[in-house]
């Protein structure tokens, strides 16, 4: 078998040659040519049309500068993601996140699943995808208030039968109700866009079939996975972006005017090391939450987050 073309579809550019070789095996397995520099990307790097970028956050501020305006940027950030996550606030080349410690640089599954949606155009949907084959998945509509309930009820027993530690337990009941409430209470619309429930999260709401929200858990016993899903496709990039960095910013002290974005964003990214955001703009919103079973409750608090937010039509 032959190669279609030996143009690089991605650059990679960090300082750290270890990060770069077990790059490179990634995007050997994604089927992708690939160039990948020790040194800050420069504007002769673009010149036969590669357009994804990944690269350390230290040559963050250089990529911002050479790189094309319909380049995607991938960034590699270590320990603390704050500032990271405020460049992909300000500018929409920056979709990705990628949370790494020092010692552990990169994700090999995490890079090879979000360059291959990026590049191929995969549509992914639910938490299947995250997890390995085999494992065990629950999947339900969320048509009304009452299911929601039932649902954050459930999610803690699933846990403990999983063998997870209370607070965990604890947790995730508390981020499938903050997903739930979104997509139950916040993203339905008339058909003139107008806000149905969101002015009130206390009411009994019962939707339509076309309106329900979907949820699913599961685990391979290395990762717990929580998705939901609504009908709706209202969230943008800005809410994602702009409000972890708020609130990262601010140590999670934000006040809740203007529906306490910043704060439900800041949960979410909380809950999980890695939060993937698929957005269908008038479609659907997923958001998929990854907890590492294998890690103690420290090691889980400190740990770097990634962030992903996918724009398909």
Known sequence: MTETSNKPSILACDKDVMTLRRLEKVFFAAGLKCQTKETAPAAVDFAEGTRLLLVSEYYLQFALTVAPPDCAILVL?????????GTAAKD??????????????????EVLHVVRRLLKHYELEGIKPFLHWGARMHETVVASSEDLHHVVEWVPTFCEKLGTPPKVQETFAELAHELLMNAVYDAP????????????????????????????????GETLAVSVRDPFGRLERRHVFGGMHRALAANGQLDTEGGGAGLGMMYIYQHGYGSFFTIKPGISTEVTVLYDLGLNRREFTTLPRSVHVFHER
Not at 210 to 217: I, K, T, W
């Open 77 to 85: 950030a270590e320990e603390d993601t704050t500032g990271a996550l």
């Open 92 to 109: 929409e080349r920056v979709d990705h996140v990628f949370g790494r410690r020092a010692a552990n640089p990169v994700r090999p599954w």
């Open 189 to 220: 619309v008339d058909a003139d866009g107008q806000k149905l429930f969101a002015h009130d999260r206390k009411q009994e709401v019962v939707l339509t079939e076309e309106q329900a929200a979907l949820f699913s858990m599961g685990t391979d």
